[in-house]
């Protein structure tokens, strides 16, 4: 099965750390924080993967060779012209890369144990992997039905506990067929598209969650690395 990865955000908020690099390669006592998720997708049963890049494409570029031969992935990259947002990206390299059955879509920058491709893997129906968490506020939050139906994408700034959106998608193979290939957010464009087809379920992932998008966040996974790694 294959992923599709997206690495094409700018770090804005990690700007002062990356100092002009791209976020998925940021270094982790000596390793690509990108190199540590394609172990977790081999791990997984994971086969190849498509690196999805605009700003620092030359990046992926240059270490994907080492990143194949470390994870044991086939991995290939498609690059934007133009910033294409998470949705237009992945529709790019559907286009150009196709699955050829059901996929994994997946943002490059959060750290998630194997399960949670598992899980996505092994769905029959189209899946987001919801995680819960002590307070919602920073990243908005899902409503579901009781069987788990996806009913909205709440904004953020609602605190308090509840299930999150990790950024792990499970497709079939023909569910993103119709979008039209353009600019667009995964989170804002296609998604809602998806929920008003009652087509997407949530998974309910229980592992680590860490966004490495900000320099605390960063800072804490980093210093507590080697446990989150073999929790």
Known sequence: MRAYILCGGFGTRL???L????????????????????AQLKQAGISDAVLCAHYRADQLAELLPTLSAESGLALALVVEEQPMGTGGAVLQALREMPPGGRYLVLNADTWLD???????MN???DVLVGVKVEDRSRYGSLSCSDS???????EKGVG???LVNAGVYGFTVDSLDGFALQACSMEQDILPQLIARQSLKVGEYSGPFIDIGTPDSLSAFKSGFQEVASA
Not at 114 to 120: C, F, M, P, R, T
Not at 148 to 154: P, V
Request: charge should be neutral; glycine fraction near 10%; proline fraction near 5%.
């Open 148 to 154: 788990l139906q996806l009913l909205a994408l709440n």
């Open 123 to 125: 769905a029959t129906e």
């Open 114 to 120: 194997h399960s949670a491709y598992h899980l996505a």
């Open 160 to 162: 308090g506990p509840g």
């Open 19 to 38: 100092q002009g690099s791209q976020k998925a390669v940021v270094d982790i006592h000596g390793r690509p924080f990108l190199a540590l998720v394609l």
């Open 15 to 17: 700007s002062a750390v």
